[in-house]
């Protein structure tokens, strides 16, 4: 009961916007009103009025820029979103936290539109496939500009190169830059394995003098400006990329990566369940799947969508649609408590590093 | 003025700032020390403040002393000279030109120094005019002078301002006694200015240090993550992390030093009054 008490102190508080900044509080809750919590720039702007226009329900949309972030906002109070777009491991961490809900897929028809093998992938995180819909997938990799790279870009090695001194970008998110030291020395990319995680962490603090910049949206934008000559970017960028800058390659190195889902999952506290679900179900309609996806060039798991492509090269593109059976790849999974506060705290260590 | 005697009326006149000092700063604060000194299970534990010993944390804090208080001196070395000029200036001048000083401010902090980060980049505005000019680009982004400049470009009107408010309300007629008396220029300066504006320097220092003590959003912007400044680590206990309890208690650290910076204020401007 006191954790109770506190936690209405905290919301007091948060609307105050003293810690967290301005958030859309606990305020969710008239009819008619949806409060979705997604990526930012992972939606065609658009399919949010269409929605509005076709269903008479007020979108409020939020963004996140990581997981993490995300999940310290519904820690506080899940019902803050209805529905929201987390990746693999995190929506494992939500469901064993009893943060989201199981969904009624009588309500979202469309759920037809996504591929049975993506259902598949996604029982490493949720194991009845009860929780989620898939949204968008994709790798990660390297994004190389062919004109400042003269080395064959094949390996995650690359990064380490000192000949690429100060032309590197990194992610900044802790998953996703410990993956790329993990697979390096040929380990799994969820090990909760102590010592190699150490190694990991040595890795990480020898690349930083090479590492140009620590970031996340805006590898984009620098390696399309040519900032950088690399950077670890996921392999929904590609295509955009590329299409802004032609000097522009993205790799998938021989010794595996991260294959990785973000899903739509529906949260535990939601008061607009029934929008929710007619969110969802929109989402998988083929014709808004195939607007998003060519507005964002964020894999679809939408076979209805990927049928519909009109560009022949992205349609057959091993880039955007990568045939995983011949890649080495793996998806993250939660690590539990214990796991996640070990690479916390790694991570510190490679960031406060000189 | 008759309202405000009768006792009743101010307080519930003032009753909106007790509740908005109640509310937005003593609940927070509380909160605060609760998170920083629990673990949790609730327990009591000086742990998470104590965290700040561990090198990783204790760095990041020297780190923002430095960078911070070479920022405060660059400022002020900066806005001294400024306030004595503007000060010895004619009226209508002088507020036109601390306009000029203050209209920068009306532009969000955060969008001033974003466009620092494109004016500083490798291929960006400044080294684009070097290049055409045949002249050496500089590479100062994601660097710690980055972040000292961006520092001092964000809190020099924070250091300006008192400084001019101290200089200009010096009375004329004092300066004109000293000379009277046969100081020089240096003298007057050293034994009449500067003292008396020495409550200005103050809350000027405080103003531009505790804010860049705090930062996290320019060393990210400007750093490029590289540079971990306490702010930062805050930040991300409260953001990515989700330990609250070690959030608050490296807070609680930081919330020392401000306080022993106020104390310091609070000393100075006392023996100020003695003058």
């Known amino acids: ?354 | 003025m008759k309202l405000f005697k009768d006792k009743k009326t101010s307080g519930l006149m003032s009753s909106p700032y007790i509740a908005w000092a109640v509310i937005f700063i003593l609940v927070p604060l509380g909160m605060v020390l609760y998170y920083g000194l629990t673990d949790n299970a609730g327990s009591f534990t000086f742990q998470n403040v104590a965290r700040i010993a561990e090198p990783g944390y204790m760095k990041a804090l020297l780190r923002s002393i430095e960078l911070s208080l070479i920022s405060t001196l660059i400022c002020f070395i900066l806005a001294y000279p400024l306030g004595l000029i503007l000060s010895s200036m004619k009226l209508q001048r002088d507020t036109f030109l601390v306009t000029l000083f203050i209209l920068p401010m009306w532009m969000n902090f955060l969008l001033r120094t974003l466009t620092w980060m494109t004016l500083l980049e490798g291929k960006g505005v400044i080294n684009t005019v070097l290049t055409f000019l045949h002249l050496p680009t500089i590479n100062i982004i994601n660097t710690p002078g980055a972040i000292i400049l961006g520092m001092v470009y964000n809190f020099l009107p924070f250091m300006i301002l008192p400084i001019y408010n101290a200089l200009s309300r010096i009375d004329e007629n004092v300066i004109n006694a000293a000379r009277d008396l046969g100081a020089g220029q240096l003298q007057t300066f050293l034994r009449i200015i500067l003292p008396l504006s020495l409550p200005g320097i103050i809350s000027g220092i405080t103003m531009v240090f505790i804010p860049a003590l705090t930062t996290f959003a320019i060393s990210t912007m400007l750093g490029g993550s590289k540079i971990l400044l306490i702010g930062n680590i805050i930040e991300q206990q409260f953001t990515q992390v989700y330990d609250w309890h070690l959030g608050s208690g490296l807070s609680i650290v930081l919330m020392i030093f401000i306080l022993i910076n106020m104390i310091i204020e609070n000393l100075a401007d006392k023996e100020g009054g003695t003058f």
């Open chain 1, 1 to 354: 009961m006191k954790k109770r008490l506190l936690s209405v102190v905290l919301a007091v508080a948060m609307t105050a916007g003293l810690l967290i900044g301005c958030g859309s509080s606990s305020s969710a809750g008239s009819n008619g009103k949806l409060y979705v919590y997604n990526w930012g720039e992972y939606i065609d702007e658009d399919v949010i009025r269409q929605f509005e226009e076709e269903t008479g329900i007020k979108v409020i949309y939020d963004m996140f820029e990581t997981n993490e972030i995300m999940y310290a906002k519904l820690a506080q109070d899940t019902s803050a979103y209805d529905v929201v777009c987390p990746s693999d491991y995190m929506i494992q961490k939500l469901r064993e936290n009893d943060m989201i809900q199981p969904l009624n897929f009588d309500n979202i028809p469309n759920v037809k539109n996504i591929g049975q093998q993506y259902f598949e992938t996604s029982k490493s995180f949720d194991p009845e496939n009860k929780y989620s819909i898939p949204y968008c997938w994709g790798t990660v990799g390297i994004l190389y500009n062919k004109t400042m790279v003269d080395d064959v870009v094949d390996s995650w090695n690359i990064l380490w190169d000192e000949k690429y001194s100060g032309q590197i970008l990194m992610q900044d998110s802790v998953r996703d830059a410990y993956m790329v030291a993990l697979i390096k020395n040929g380990y799994s990319q969820n090990t909760k394995n102590a010592s190699e995680i150490e190694k990991a962490t040595a890795d990480l603090i020898a690349q930083k003098p090479l590492v140009q910049a620590y970031v996340i949206d805006q590898v984009r934008d620098k390696m399309i400006g040519e900032e950088a000559a690399l950077g670890v970017i996921y392999s929904g960028e590609a295509i955009y990329t590329a299409r802004e800058n032609p000097d522009l390659e993205y790799v998938v190195p021989k010794e595996g990566t991260n294959v990785w889902i973000d899903s739509w999952v529906i949260t535990k506290g939601s008061k607009n369940v029934e929008n929710a679900e007619k969110w969802i179900d929109f989402m998988c309609r083929g014709d808004i799947a195939l607007k998003n996806f060519e507005y964002i060039t964020y894999s679809t798991p939408n076979t209805e969508a990927q049928k519909n492509i009109e560009d022949e090269d992205i349609k057959n593109s091993k880039v955007a649609f990568p045939d995983l059976s011949t890649m080495k790849v793996e998806a993250y999974q939660y690590l539990g408590e214990d796991g996640d506060k070990l690479y916390a705290d790694e991570w510190m260590k490679v960031k406060s590093a000189n």
